[in-house]
């Protein structure tokens, strides 16, 4: 086969392309109930252009899908979305969002395994949705933090009245964002290291 001319296989693009500097990378995987900001959230902080897998919703989903709150959505992600961030010079995060529609959690457990740790999406007007998503990772025993994603018609309450609602111990992280704005996005980001850099050294021998 002739690979010479326009029959040659292109590389990445430059500003795909892996920093020189990097040292280590860390799967995250973003999770939540359909609608919360999963796709936006690695639009907004990905340094590379997003790989989605999003579809247009279809008469299919009528009746099976829980579309509360998101009425005007037209696409839902199918598989997953992947982006990159680096943190640090030297640290490099590669970021999965899973699939929010129930029928395809499935895909989940390939999306988990090799995970250092998790961002929960939560919407303050479905909380309900947060307890199967919370449950999954803590089968597979994957640290996560908690990310209020702020909804303009969405009630706000005190952490501590949502740490109660949602049964969660006093050591995992519950933060306020904007999945919109790349700089709440990657202070959520931030949250999460630091959660998982406090486990790590918990568990170091003295």
Same mark, same amino acid.
């Given at each position: 086969?002739? =690979?010479?001319? &326009? ?8 500003? #795909? $392309? ?8 860390v ?6 109930? !359909? /609608? ?6 690695? /639009? &907004? ?13 279809? $008469?299919?989903?009528?009746? +099976? ?10 696409a ?5 979305d =992947? /982006? ?5 010079? $030297?640290l490099?995060?590669?970021? !999965?969002?899973?699939?929010? $529609? ?14 250092l740790?998790? +961002?929960?999406?939560? #919407?303050?007007?479905?909380?309900? +949705?947060? =307890? ?9 025993? +994957? *640290?996560?933090?908690?990310?209020v994603?702020? =909804?303009?018609?969405?009630?706000r309450?005190?952490v ?8 969660? *111990? ?7 964002c904007d999945?919109?704005?790349? @700089?709440? &996005?990657? #202070? ?6 630091h ?10 021998? @003295?």
């Open positions: 086969m002739d =690979f010479k001319g &326009s029959d040659t296989v292109p590389g990445p693009r430059t500003e #795909d $392309q892996l920093p020189h500097t990097a040292e280590a990378a799967k995250i995987v973003i999770v939540g109930g !359909f /609608g919360v900001g999963k796709t936006t959230m690695v /639009g &907004s902080v990905s340094e590379i252009r997003p790989l989605t897998t999003e579809e247009t919703m279809t $008469q299919a989903g009528i009746g +099976v899908d829980d579309n509360f709150g998101s009425d005007t959505k037209t839902t992600t199918v598989a997953m =992947f /982006g990159r961030i680096s943190i640090t010079e $030297q490099v995060l590669y970021l !999965f969002g899973t699939p929010g $529609q129930e029928r395809f959690w499935f895909l989940w457990n390939g999306l988990f395994d090799g995970a740790g998790a +961002v929960v999406l939560i #919407d303050t007007r479905r909380l309900e +949705v947060s =307890f199967d998503v919370m449950g999954r990772l803590e089968e597979r025993g +994957v *640290p996560f933090v908690v990310a994603n702020t =909804f303009p018609d969405a009630p309450y005190p501590d009245e949502l740490r109660t609602a949602l049964d969660l *111990p006093e050591e995992i992280p519950i933060v306020e999945v919109r704005r790349r @700089a709440s &996005s990657r #202070d959520v980001l931030m949250t999460l290291m959660f998982l850099h406090a486990l790590a050294m918990a568990k170091a021998p @003295a």
